[in-house]
């Protein structure tokens, strides 16, 4: 048989579809129970892939079942309730549904020519978003792979406005004597932002940085005098604390000077789109533009970042594409707004969550993180682990312990324990589990069960 004839017969039969489907099954349904990290077997395991490049063409049915047999062991439990590593979202069983039936689509949204659904879909997500999140008419949104890219857009549409407000085109002059930009941001900013300010080629060193208080919000009374030439940038959502920047005051005075304000809120962001925790981001609307991941807090598939930015001409001017062959329409063409051409229509999950939840769902879901992790603080609290922040979102910052020595080694054992996954981090100056309530899934029995896997741990290294 040749190649083409065995994917045929596969494309046929759907034998494979049918293979996977029993797998996916097998694996979700065991989510709930197994370790949240893989087990020292399952990552030994992953030696089963290391091997030549095959000669020739395979069998697709042993290559599903390897995957399933080592991969699926060697993954972290995310869909189940006791993973709050980093802030990594869950996944909506909708939206991994539709994400099936659109895989099956297999369609390019750079051009309405290309996938006039995916065009629609995106269209629809805008104008829900703007709504939801309540940003002025002139709103638009790219749909990138997260929030590292929409940062990325947003900048340098601010730096192509704030250029050509002083009568420089930076498509077309570059760098070379092009008037300075002035770079404002929090010491508390996230490394994707820090790394978007390289990347553009702002220089690191020339960023300046505005102390934040206890829970790392930016101190506005500290912040320079602004003017035509600065971009600052705020954040809904510390990685840490889960605290919000003061935005309302400092998007008042940059507008008052044509300064930009860029907001990163890539889970935080969703805080603005309950009714419960709306007052955060009281004032976001009068910045920029904004990043957010609808990953996270969300709960989509990966990849799903989205730009907003109310200045639509310097965000298209800014990604600017060209070419003979690209028809721009009528309708709304994704590439216009992304830095990528060709890229999946991750819009249609995000359309499927948003139409599942509706804003009252949205409420629920983000509510529901925020209230897990004040049972998680309050249990932890009542069990003698110190909670060092205010808990005013999903964000829970824990102090196992005084030495740094001992968080360590709390923290490998509670890693070790398989019965949840907490990462650690640096808080004021100290190492400190952290806690990250994002997937719709995790239940109150979940966190309880945690705290227990936390009190264990001490357990255990203070027996040593
Ligand atoms: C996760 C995160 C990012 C980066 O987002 P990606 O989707 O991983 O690229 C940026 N800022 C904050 C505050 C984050 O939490």
Excluded at 32 to 40: E, G, T
Aim: hydrophobic residues 40%.
């Amino acid at each position: 048989m040749t190649l083409r004839d065995s994917m045929h017969r596969e494309q046929q039969s759907k034998s494979l579809l049918e293979q996977a489907k029993g797998y996916a099954y097998e694996y979700a349904d065991g989510a709930a129970q197994r370790n949240v990290f893989p087990s020292k077997q399952a990552l030994a395991d992953l030696e089963q892939f290391v091997e030549d490049l095959p000669a020739s063409f395979g069998d697709a049915t042993a290559i599903l079942k390897q995957l399933h047999e080592y991969g699926s062991p060697a993954t972290t439990a995310q869909t189940g309730g006791r993973y709050f590593g980093f802030v990594n979202g869950g996944i909506l069983p909708v939206t991994l549904a539709t994400k099936w039936l659109s895989d099956c689509w297999d369609q390019n949204t750079a051009l309405y020519a290309m996938s006039p659904v995916a065009s629609k879909l995106e269209e629809i997500c805008e104008r829900w978003l703007k709504q939801l999140f309540g940003l002025p008419d002139s709103t638009v949104a790219g749909f990138v792979s997260g929030t590292s890219s929409a940062i990325l857009c947003g900048l340098a549409a601010a730096r192509y406005r704030l250029l050509h407000n002083q009568g420089w085109d930076f498509n077309q002059q570059g760098h070379n004597g092009a008037p300075a930009l002035r770079i404002i941001a929090g010491r508390h900013i996230h490394g994707a932002v820090t790394k978007a300010v390289a990347l553009l080629g702002f220089g690191l060193d020339n960023i300046e940085w505005v102390e934040g208080d206890d829970q790392g919000r930016i101190l506005p009374e500290q912040l320079p005098q602004l003017d035509d030439s600065c971009i600052v940038l705020l954040q809904a959502g510390n990685v840490n604390s889960g605290s919000f920047d003061p935005f309302d005051a400092i998007c008042d005075r940059a507008n008052e000077v044509g300064a930009w304000v860029h907001i990163d809120g890539a889970f935080g962001l969703w805080a603005g789109a309950t009714k419960r925790l709306k007052h955060l981001t009281q004032g976001m609307e009068k910045a920029h533009s904004w990043s957010v991941d609808g990953h996270k807090t969300l709960n989509t598939p990966y990849d799903s970042g989205i730009l907003l930015c109310r200045d639509r001409d310097a965000l298209i001017m800014a990604l600017q594409a060209s070419g003979a062959y690209l028809n721009f329409s009528e309708n709304r063409d994704g590439m216009l707004y992304t830095p990528e051409m060709s890229r999946r229509a991750r819009a249609v999950e995000l359309w499927a969550a948003l139409k599942y939840l509706g804003a009252d769902g949205v409420d629920e879901l983000v509510y529901g993180m925020h209230e897990r992790a004040l049972q998680f603080a309050k249990e932890l609290g009542a069990a003698d682990f110190e909670v060092l922040n205010d808990v005013v979102f999903n964000q829970v910052v824990v102090s196992p312990a005084d030495k740094d020595t001992e968080t360590d080694k709390i923290l490998a054992a509670i890693q070790d324990s398989g019965e949840c996954w907490v990462g650690g981090s640096m808080w004021q100056g100290k190492k400190v589990i952290r806690v990250s309530v994002c997937s719709w899934v995790t239940s109150a029995e979940d966190v309880s069960r945690s705290v227990q896997a936390f009190i264990a741990a001490r357990d255990t290294i203070s027996e040593r």
